[in-house]
Structures are given as structure tokens and as C-alpha cells.
């Protein structure tokens, strides 16, 4: 079966000089003794399966070496030949309402450093305190800032190929689990425990809505072991931007897993 790239005819240019498909290539991950490819996308479970791969491909023993990973994005990256030969391919996908939501707890909320790039996005006009997610929703309408930082790039653009052996979401992960260890005999290694990315663990909060929260209040309310539910991060304005500026990922994730998990049908 012949695998076509979904980015190699966006421009006639030499393929080494086709920046969509260079970034796309870039993010997909060669799995070697199984002659497998993982298109990773961030914020969705990413850092999970780059520790598998790393542990599969011979590179860290233990899953408290997770942090190799981070240092090594690139390290596994497929070039043509491999991307073509590839026996097995898959990706996981997730809702874009809620890895926009994840990101922001985790990424802006924290103060990491993702979030001051983002301000540097915005040519540092911006505060830290300004960003509540209603501004940071709002802000995904401005291309320059959607495609400014792989944790809230569009999902679709990471992908190589137009079509994969399997399309797992992250909302039914323990299918990805169960199929990777059948088809690849790979055991997954769960790494949220120790990167602490996600927003498991926490107690959802549920009675308001808390999209105009500052950040400083969100970190208070993280700190004392409470986040507000992701649904609760949002109202009809938003969920109509998220609708229109990630469109494609929303029209992916259908055709692909179906409407059933996404936050709002």
C-alpha cells in the first residue's frame, strides 16, 4: 500500500525545502525493531510515547529517565526512506477543546516557559495576569499566534501522511494501549504521574464559569488540589472561535473517532 504524504504537493519546491511537510517529517518518530512511525502532536499523551519509544529504541532503562525525552525531540525523527517503509503507522488525536484547555492549565497556568514564549508572541505588550483563557481562546484567531507554538499548533499539521494504520484518540487511550502492545508487543509506559502535564488528580470544579479567571487565581486553586472542569473554561463565544480557528482538527477528529467525546457536539 502506498503511502501519501498530505503535505509533499502543498508547494513544488524541493521536499527538503517544503516547510509543512518538514515539520510534519520532524515529528514523526521511527520506532526501529518494529519499523513503526508515531506522529506525535503535544498535549496528547505525547510525553507518554515518547518514553515508550526511548525505552523501546533502547535509549533509557528506567521511566524515571522520562526527562531524556525532552532533550531529544528530534532524536527518532524519520527521514523519506523510513517514512516510506514504515510497516504500522498511527497518532493519537485528541478533542481540540480540551487540549486548548490542558495547555493553558498546564503551560500558562504554571508560568512555564511555554507561556512566556506565548507572550513573547505578543511582543511582550502583554502581562502575565492578562492572560485568562478568554483572552487566550481569543488570541487562536491570530494566525501568527495559533501557529506559534506546537502545544496549540493545530493537530493536523503534525500529521505526515494522509492516512495512518490507526487514528487512537486520547479520550479512549487504553485502546492505543491495548493495540500497540498487540501489534508492536511494545507495553506503554504511562508517564503523566511523572510529568504531571495532565489534569488528572485534580477536583473539578463545577459550579460557574471560570474562563475570565487570572492565572495567579487558577494556580491558587490548583495548588489547593482544585481546577474548574474543562467545559466549565468556556462559554458560547468561545466554543464558537475554537469552532471556526480549529476547524480542520474538529473535522479530523470526526471523520476519525466521531463526534461522541468531543466536549461540545
Known amino acids: 500500500m502506498t503511502r501519501f504524504f498530505r503535505f509533499s504537493c502543498s508547494n513544488y519546491n524541493n521536499l527538503k525545502n517544503n516547510p509543512k511537510h518538514k515539520f510534519a517529517q520532524n515529528h514523526s518518530l521511527n520506532i526501529y525493531e518494529v519499523d513503526a512511525i508515531y506522529s506525535f502532536i503535544p498535549k496528547n499523551a505525547c510525553s507518554t510515547l515518547r518514553t515508550t519509544i526511548a525505552h523501546a529504541n533502547g535509549c533509557i532503562k528506567e521511566k524515571s529517565d522520562f526527562n531524556w525525552i525532552h532533550k531529544n525531540n528530534n532524536t527518532f525523527s524519520a ?97 492505543a494501549v491495548k493495540t500497540i502492545k498487540e501489534k508492536l508487543g511494545i507495553d506503554v509506559i504511562d508517564a503523566r504521574p511523572l510529568t504531571k502535564h495532565g489534569l488528572d488528580g485534580y477536583a473539578f470544579l463545577e459550579e460557574k464559569n471560570y474562563y475570565d479567571l487570572k492565572p495567579f487565581e487558577l494556580l491558587n486553586l490548583k495548588i489547593k488540589g482544585s481546577l474548574p472542569h474543562p467545559c466549565k473554561m468556556y462559554n458560547d463565544e468561545l466554543i464558537k472561535i475554537v469552532r471556526n480557528t480549529y476547524k480542520n482538527d474538529i473535522q479530523l477528529y470526526k471523520k476519525k473517532i466521531g463526534p461522541d467525546n468531543l466536549m461540545f457536539k
Not at 481562546?137 to 495512518?164: A, C, T
Open 79 to 175: 527521514n523519506i526512506s523510513e517514512l516510506i517503509k514504515a510497516k504500522y503507522t498511527f497518532t493519537i488525536l485528541r478533542c481540540p477543546f480540551a487540549r486548548l484547555v490542558s495547555v493553558y492549565l498546564d503551560k500558562i497556568v504554571n508560568r512555564d516557559p511555554v507561556a512566556w514564549n506565548y507572550i513573547d508572541l505578543h511582543k511582550q505588550k502583554i502581562n502575565m495576569e492578562d492572560i485568562t483563557f478568554d483572552f487566550f481562546v481569543k488570541s487562536m484567531r491570530n494566525p501568527h499566534i495559533k501557529n506559534g507554538n506546537i502545544h496549540w499548533r493545530p493537530q493536523i499539521d503534525f500529521l505526515v501522511y494522509e492516512e495512518y494504520d490507526d487514528f487512537f484518540s486520547l479520550e479512549n487511550f487504553s485502546e
